[in-house]
């Protein structure tokens, strides 16, 4: 169990951590940035040391740091792997990567409660030590593998940023079409998109998404495109051709009920006709009937 750690580097997520790590029972026995113009301090009583700084320093770092058996070295970058730690682990130490899940703008004690965070490790206990810190840091742990670690990041990067990058868009076109200035124009949408993305918490991207494409609504996709500058008009293509996608998955949930209530109709089997009780009209006459051929000749009358 991590019972002490090292907090190296100046930013915002080291500032996050130097937080919440003492929150999680974690005692901080060292810290260092690159612009103090010192050398990091001497790690050898840590349990474990954290770096982070940004990815093109990783390396740099991790090569000057005095470690060994028994400690774990991690870096929080999202797009590396951990080769760049390869100096430490040449020096005994295990290696891992505790990537949170979330944009960082400035310090806060509880930037990293209720995130995910990605973790790898050099070998099963470094990743298993990780996933309980983040445990502890109010994280949830998603292990993940070294080789994908640049496609995982870059998903993270769809999902956030990318979403910034396309509201700006969506409020510059507002702008052009209602002459608002931009605070109006963000306040106009940002419901929207709020509500948009709020309805991912309960539904799969497929339930959750809306617009003429779902519609098949082509004569107001072919108005929207008319109107749409050209730098716009290539994205909003793209983004169509995903809600086509996603549309798919719908259709034949949608015609399933009608091919069921017509296959049960095909297969139903004809029900049998009630047979009459002993109080219906018809029973009166069919026992008579019964009883004349039980009966067996008339006798005969004596002459």
């Known amino acids: 169990m991590i019972e002490t750690a090292a907090v190296l580097g100046g930013g915002a997520v080291a500032s996050a951590l130097l937080q919440a790590l003492p929150r999680a029972g974690v005692r901080v026995l060292a810290s260092w940035h690159r612009r103090s113009g010192l050398e990091p301090p001497p790690l050898r009583d840590v349990d474990v040391v954290l770096l982070a700084v940004s990815d093109q320093a990783v390396s740099e770092v991790?090569?000057?740091?005095?470690?060994?058996p028994g400690q774990l070295v991690a870096h929080l970058a999202g797009a590396l792997g951990l080769s760049?730690?390869?100096?430490?682990?040449?020096k005994g130490a295990r290696t891992g990567s505790l990537h949170p899940l979330r944009p960082f703008h400035g310090a806060d004690g509880d930037a990293l409660q209720g995130f995910a965070a990605g973790i790898s490790g050099s070998d099963p206990t470094a990743a298993a030590d990780?996933?309980?810190?983040?445990?502890?840091?109010?994280m949830t742990p998603l292990l993940t593998r070294d080789r994908s670690r640049a496609l995982y990041h870059a998903a993270a990067v769809l999902a956030a940023g990318a979403q910034v990058a396309l509201f700006s868009e969506a409020t510059r076109a507002f702008r052009?079409?209602?002459g608002v200035p931009e605070p109006q124009a963000r306040a106009a949408l940002l419901p929207l998109a709020l509500r948009a993305l709020e309805r991912l918490r309960r539904?799969?991207?497929?339930?959750a998404i809306t617009g003429?494409?779902?519609?098949?609504?082509?004569?107001t996709i072919a108005a929207h495109r008319k109107a749409l500058s050209a730098d716009l008009l290539a994205l909003y293509d793209q983004l169509t051709a995903v809600a086509r996608r996603l549309r798919k998955?719908?259709?034949?949930?949608?015609?399933?009920?009608?091919?069921?209530?017509r296959s049960s109709h095909r297969h139903r089997r004809p029900l049998r006709e009630a047979r009459p009780s002993a109080s219906s009209p018809r029973q009166a006459p069919r026992d008579r009937q019964r009883g004349r051929r039980r009966r067996g000749p008339a006798p005969r009358r004596p002459r």
Do not use: F, M, N
């Open 62 to 68: 991790c090569g000057r740091l005095e470690v060994g």
């Open 84 to 90: 760049p730690l390869a100096a430490a682990r040449r």
């Open 130 to 138: 990780l996933a309980q810190l983040a445990v502890r840091l109010g």
């Open 176 to 178: 052009k079409a209602t």
């Open 203 to 207: 539904e799969p991207p497929e339930a």
């Open 212 to 219: 003429p494409a779902l519609r098949g609504d082509e004569a």
């Open 249 to 261: 998955p719908l259709e034949p949930k949608l015609r399933a009920p009608d091919r069921e209530s």
